[in-house]
């Protein structure tokens, strides 16, 4: 099988807390994975080990290679992009491009000026001018300009506002993405990476609680609007969720059958958010 | 070597005001400095007629009326005011390199922009070898230059303010070195670069473990350990001398990137102070490396680096 990502029973202890424990997952190619857990769930953690930024235990396997040892190699084949504005604030547009064209053996010189042609930067502009909308829009030309294998995105869209949200998504799917390519990403912005992904993992307290592709999901989750007088039928499938609106009850329910649950009322698909806000309940209490 | 190559330009890019600029800037103030002084000796020689004793007042040139011996005597003199020059550039850029140093694995991990270097595939080695390239040869060898050149265009000044008042230097321009003068520094360079790595050793490990202010470290650490060297002697344990402690580690840790570096290793007595070629031989300079204090200094700094290139990959922030 051709994973792209092969973790199998992956822990890593800082001091007092356990960031992954005992997690094992395979990330096949051609997918996109969003990773998705509350703050402190152990999401970037995974990400460092799968990009050899840190120590851990346990098995892992990146395009065949171990983050660890092959970690100069692997970067050949990986692009990340860490949170917003990690570009150096001195540097000028030329000179980030002449840097990179030069290190990187997969860049392409010309996609990446096609790319900042649509935007409104300028070759010798710098970095601490540009705002942070910029600084990602020169960042993703960067990266999409490298013919990699896996591309990892670590909340790249915090803090920039939803023009320049929408447009980061929309260039990733529409001049980046194709079926040779893999991309993981995480973000709280669930709503808006929601229809871009194919797989879905939920992590919380460094485990792995939720690992299906969308369509998947889609068959298992169901929602339910629910009339007050039938709520109490309801109530005894087990659902995962309940809320109230309008007088009505929505249920949440995990792996119930279908036609049982058209007796209840109207069935819908689940948004990744409800589902992330049911599966994570109390997880700061 | 390529990638080492564009890491070094990245290097220059970053620091260019360091690099370039404060050397200009030096070079310009030492200038400016002897304009002012040659002013105000016009000012206070016109006052006190100067210039005009002895009814001496005409075409005096001194390159025609001098003899050989004189000439070379100007030219000494020409060539040493060179080598001043050069030498308070380079010890300004001295102050540069420690803190290009102290900064060079640290405010990259302060500002983040480390997680878009390590996105690149790019080794750690040449990240730490092109910053130490960096320290020891460019920023010296721009200063080395930089510095001479400020030299040649204060000789320039000084013949100009000296033809005004009916005195021809030109021809004894002539007889300094500018040329031989800059090869001499720049060939003195990989000395300087071997006898200043344990300071930019120190101080590369200093910045690439600190999670805050390197600077704080990198002084106290070698302070302490002066000081508990200082302590523990006064208790009276034998064979340990606090002064010896101060200039055979701690000085070389922190002070080692000073011009001139070498010199502690290399015997100049019987050269005569005016013999600025003696002083700047590559033949007799280069016989430091028979020193064995040398390298031991560059074992230690070459292990520091080592330490530093471990951080570098290992270092966790979280």
Same mark, same amino acid.
């Given at each position: 099988?051709?994973?792209?990502?092969?973790?199998?029973?992956?822990?890593?202890?800082?001091?007092?807390?356990?960031?992954?424990?005992?997690?094992?997952?395979?990330?096949?190619?051609?997918?996109?994975?969003?990773?998705?857990?509350?703050?402190?769930?152990?999401?970037?953690?995974?990400?460092?080990?799968?990009?050899?930024?840190?120590?851990?235990?346990?098995?892992?396997?990146?395009?065949?290679?171990?983050?660890?040892?092959?970690?100069?190699?692997?970067?050949?084949?990986?692009? =990340?992009?860490?949170?917003?504005?990690?570009?150096?604030?001195?540097?000028?547009?030329?000179?980030?491009?002449?840097?990179?064209?030069?290190?990187?053996?997969?860049?392409?010189?010309?996609?990446?000026?096609? =790319?900042?042609?649509?935007?409104?930067?300028?070759?010798?502009?710098?970095?601490?001018?540009?705002?942070?909308?910029?600084?990602?829009?020169?960042?993703?030309?960067?990266?999409?300009?490298?013919?990699?294998?896996?591309?990892?995105?670590?909340?790249?869209?915090?803090?920039?506002?939803?023009?320049?949200?929408?447009?980061?998504?929309?260039?990733?799917?529409?001049?980046?993405?194709?079926?040779?390519?893999?991309?993981?990403?995480?973000?709280?912005?669930?709503?808006?990476?929601?229809?871009?992904?194919?797989?879905?993992?939920?992590?919380?307290?460094?485990?792995?609680? @939720?690992?299906?592709?969308?369509?998947?999901?889609?068959?298992?989750?169901?929602?339910?609007?629910?009339?007050?007088?039938?709520?109490?039928?309801?109530?005894?499938?087990?659902?995962?969720?309940?809320?109230?609106?309008?007088?009505?009850?929505?249920?949440?329910?995990?792996?119930?059958?279908?036609?049982?649950?058209?007796?209840?009322?109207?069935?819908?698909?689940?948004?990744?958010?409800? @589902?992330?806000?049911?599966?994570?309940?109390?997880?700061?209490? | 070597?390529?990638?080492?190559?564009?890491?070094?330009?990245?290097?220059?890019?970053?620091?260019?005001?360091?690099?370039?600029?404060?050397?200009?800037?030096?070079?310009?103030?030492?200038?400016?400095?002897?304009?002012?002084?040659?002013?105000?000796?016009?000012?206070?020689?016109?006052?006190? &007629?100067?210039?005009?004793?002895?009814?001496?007042?005409?075409?005096?040139?001194?390159?025609?009326?001098?003899?050989?011996?004189?000439?070379? &005597? #100007?030219?000494?003199?020409?060539?040493?005011?060179?080598?001043?020059?050069?030498?308070?550039?380079?010890?300004?850029?001295?102050? $540069?390199? #420690?803190?290009?140093?102290?900064?060079?694995?640290?405010?990259?991990?302060?500002?983040?922009?480390?997680?878009?270097? &390590?996105?690149?595939?790019?080794?750690?080695?040449?990240?730490?070898?092109?910053?130490?390239?960096?320290?020891?040869?460019?920023?010296?060898?721009?200063?080395?230059? /930089?510095?001479?050149?400020?030299?040649?265009?204060?000789?320039?000044?000084?013949?100009?303010?000296?033809?005004?008042?009916?005195?021809? /230097?030109?021809?004894?321009?002539?007889?300094?070195?500018?040329?031989?003068?800059?090869?001499?520094?720049?060939?003195?360079?990989?000395?300087?670069?071997?006898?200043?790595?344990?300071?930019?050793?120190?101080?590369?490990?200093?910045?690439?473990?600190?999670?805050?202010?390197?600077?704080?470290?990198?002084?106290?650490?070698?302070?302490?350990?002066?000081?508990?060297?200082?302590?523990?002697?006064?208790?009276?344990?034998?064979? /340990?001398?606090? &002064?010896?402690? #101060?200039?055979?580690?701690?000085?070389?840790?922190?002070?080692?990137?000073?011009?001139?570096?070498?010199?502690? #290793?290399?015997?100049?007595?019987?050269?005569?102070?005016?013999? $600025?070629?003696?002083?700047?031989?590559?033949?007799?300079?280069?016989?430091?490396?028979?020193?064995?204090?040398?390298?031991?200094?560059?074992?230690?700094?070459?292990?520091?680096?080592?330490?530093?290139?471990? /951080?570098?990959?290992?270092?966790?922030?979280?």
């Amino acid at each position: 099988m051709n994973a792209v990502v092969n973790a199998n029973g992956l822990s890593k202890r800082y001091k007092n807390t356990l960031a992954l424990d005992n997690v094992s997952f395979q990330i096949p190619s051609g997918r996109i994975v969003g990773l998705i857990g509350p703050n402190g769930a152990g999401k970037t953690t995974a990400l460092k080990a799968i990009l050899g930024l840190t120590d851990f235990q346990g098995h892992l396997n990146v395009l065949g290679m171990d983050p660890r040892t092959e970690r100069d190699r692997l970067m050949e084949e990986v692009c =990340f992009i860490a949170d917003v504005a990690v570009l150096p604030r001195w540097i000028r547009v030329h000179e980030a491009i002449d840097f990179v064209a030069n290190v990187h053996p997969r860049f392409n010189r010309a996609k990446c000026e096609a =790319f900042l042609a649509r935007t409104k930067l300028t070759s010798g502009q710098r970095v601490r001018q540009m705002s942070k909308g910029m600084i990602v829009q020169l960042h993703l030309a960067l990266v999409m300009a490298i013919d990699a294998k896996l591309l990892v995105l670590d909340e790249p869209t915090l803090g920039l506002d939803i023009l320049y949200r929408k447009q980061f998504y929309q260039n990733l799917l529409e001049d980046y993405f194709d079926e040779n390519k893999t991309i993981i990403v995480t973000t709280h912005q669930v709503e808006e990476i929601e229809h871009i992904l194919t797989d879905l993992m939920f992590i919380r307290d460094g485990k792995i609680v @939720l690992n299906t592709d969308m369509e998947a999901m889609g068959e298992r989750f169901a929602e339910v609007l629910v009339n007050a007088d039938m709520a109490a039928t309801a109530r005894q499938l087990k659902p995962l969720d309940e809320r109230q609106v309008f007088g009505k009850s929505i249920f949440l329910f995990d792996g119930v059958d279908q036609t049982q649950l058209q007796a209840l009322g109207e069935i819908r698909r689940p948004s990744v958010s409800d @589902l992330f806000v049911a599966t994570m309940k109390g997880t700061y209490a | 070597m390529k990638t080492l190559y564009w890491l070094v330009k990245r290097e220059f890019w970053e620091h260019r005001g360091g690099f370039i600029w404060t050397p200009v800037i030096t070079g310009s103030i030492f200038l400016l400095m002897t304009v002012l002084t040659i002013i105000t000796g016009e000012v206070l020689g016109h006052h006190s &007629q100067m210039f005009h004793m002895n009814g001496v007042n005409g075409n005096w040139d001194i390159g025609r009326n001098a003899n050989a011996e004189s000439m070379k &005597q #100007f030219g000494v003199a020409l060539d040493m005011m060179m080598c001043v020059s050069a030498a308070i550039v380079l010890g300004i850029a001295a102050i $540069v390199i #420690f803190f290009y140093c102290l900064g060079s694995l640290y405010d990259d991990r302060r500002d983040k922009s480390i997680m878009f270097w &390590q996105s690149l595939p790019i080794a750690n080695w040449k990240t730490v070898v092109s910053k130490v390239l960096s320290a020891v040869f460019i920023a010296p060898a721009i200063a080395a230059v /930089l510095g001479v050149a400020a030299g040649i265009v204060m000789i320039l000044t000084t013949a100009s303010v000296a033809a005004f008042h009916g005195l021809n /230097l030109w021809t004894t321009l002539a007889s300094a070195h500018p040329v031989a003068l800059v090869l001499n520094i720049v060939g003195l360079i990989p000395l300087y670069a071997l006898c200043a790595l344990p300071t930019i050793g120190w101080l590369m490990l200093c910045s690439a473990w600190a999670r805050s202010k390197p600077f704080l470290w990198a002084f106290i650490i070698p302070l302490a350990g002066w000081f508990a060297v200082w302590w523990l002697h006064l208790l009276g344990t034998p064979g /340990l001398s606090a &002064q010896w402690f #101060f200039s055979h580690v701690a000085a070389r840790m922190l002070f080692a990137v000073a011009p001139g570096n070498w010199l502690g #290793f290399v015997d100049s007595t019987g050269i005569p102070d005016e013999d $600025v070629f003696g002083h700047l031989s590559l033949l007799h300079n280069y016989t430091a490396l028979g020193s064995g204090e040398l390298w031991l200094g560059v074992l230690a700094g070459a292990a520091m680096l080592a330490g530093a290139i471990w /951080l570098r990959r290992w270092r966790d922030e979280a």
